[in-house]
């Protein structure tokens, strides 16, 4: 199962990992399987991984916080009436995360939702670790209120190694991403002193909160995790897996429309 944190993109160099973030991989692996949101309860308290029973108590209690969350709201591209759905779990800072967006998303964009194949729903699951992700999902959610979601989406994504994690995937490069983000709400046309009052005041963190929220609801326990037509794919998944799932999942809506009514 793949972790959060190996190089950003297909460019990136790779790096001789410290014993540091050796022991921080493992620490990953060994806690994904109960649920990748516990990893803030363990890099705190690292004896806890030693338990599973530990681990999932951590989960359980960050479940909780969300228990109250009201319905979510994804961010949506393409036709609603495609005959299949692909929902996306995902947090800003996730390098696995950055790396399928850049790298595979435009290609879904281009031969699945542009054509027409697939509808897709983008839903925010910040796991705590990440200190800045809270804030890059307000600063889409404040693009989105001025109709331009998608592309501080991609903003954020390419740009992960200017405001996100260091390359040793322990520490912050920046502890105040707001410039960074303005900067990216310039470049995309916004209206900055809108932005900025939005992003200040976390207009939209309930809607964070209830993206989050549906994703506990649903079993989401990593990222990037898919739902294509309802079935779970957890991981940075290849294009090819991607058309696959979605040609098997609008040949069983064919057949399932072509089926005569059922009589009593």
């Keep these: ?30 806690i994904v399987v109960v649920g990748g949101a516990a990893i803030a309860y363990l890099m705190k308290n690292p004896s806890a991984g030693e338990g599973s029973a530990t681990a999932q108590a951590a989960y359980d209690s960050l479940q909780a916080n969300y228990k109250n969350a009201g319905p979510a709201k994804p961010y949506v591209m393409g036709n609603p009436s495609a005959p299949v759905v692909i929902e996306e779990f995902a947090d800003f800072e996730c390098p696995v995360c950055g790396n399928y967006a850049t790298v595979t998303e435009p290609d879904v964009r281009k031969q699945i939702v542009q054509a027409g194949l697939a509808y897709y729903k983008y839903y925010d699951f910040p796991l705590p670790m990440h200190h800045n992700t809270q804030f890059a999902s ?3 959610a404040c693009a989105d209120e001025q109709g ?10 390419a740009g992960q190694d200017s405001w996100g994690l260091n390359p040793d995937g322990e520490t912050q490069v920046t502890d105040n991403p707001k410039p960074i983000f303005v900067g990216y709400a310039n470049k995309i046309g916004l209206n900055a002193a809108q932005f900025e009052k939005c992003y200040d005041s976390r207009k939209y963190q309930s809607r964070v909160d209830a993206n989050t929220a549906e994703g506990f609801k649903r079993g989401v326990n990593q990222t990037p995790t898919f739902f294509i037509n309802g079935t779970k794919m957890p991981g940075a998944l290849p294009y090819d897996m991607i058309k696959s799932a979605v040609d098997a999942a609008a040949a069983t809506a064919a057949a399932s429309a072509a089926k005569p009514p059922a009589t009593k």
Excluded at 148 to 157: P, S
């Design 1 to 30: 199962m793949a972790n959060n944190n190996p190089p950003r993109n297909a460019k990136s160099a790779a790096a001789k990992p410290s014993s540091q973030r050796s022991v921080f991989i493992g620490v990953l692996i060994a």
């Design 138 to 140: 307000n600063a889409a």
């Design 148 to 157: 331009k979601f998608w592309e501080m989406h991609d903003q954020l994504y």
